[in-house]
């Protein structure tokens, strides 16, 4: 993945590629909820999760979404400087 985000900010990995649901969406909104405005999570997932795109709007969070040939995802998820 390259996004001008990764080089500005800190990057918190989860991996959620094993996970089961509603656990994926459960960690992410926890370690979002706990992002500084210097850092981003970067989301890895076997699927897009779907469910999760509203609640991050609702939070005033922008994501980066990349999608790879075997249908794997990759998150990146950050708040933008007031």
């Known amino acids: 993945m390259e996004h001008e985000i990764l080089k500005t900010r800190q990057i918190a990995l989860i991996d ?3 996970m089961l649901a509603p656990e994926p969406m459960i960690a992410v ?3 979002v909820e706990k992002m500084n405005i ?3 999570l970067l989301m ?3 699927q897009k999760p779907v469910n999760l795109f509203p609640k991050l709007e609702d939070r005033g969070l922008q994501y980066y979404l990349e999608e790879e040939s075997d249908g794997s995802i990759q ?3 950050w708040q933008e400087a007031a």
């Open 16 to 18: 959620c590629r094993e």
């Open 75 to 77: 998150l990146l998820i």
């Open 29 to 31: 909104l926890a370690a």
């Open 38 to 40: 210097n850092e981003a």
């Open 44 to 46: 890895q997932h076997r």
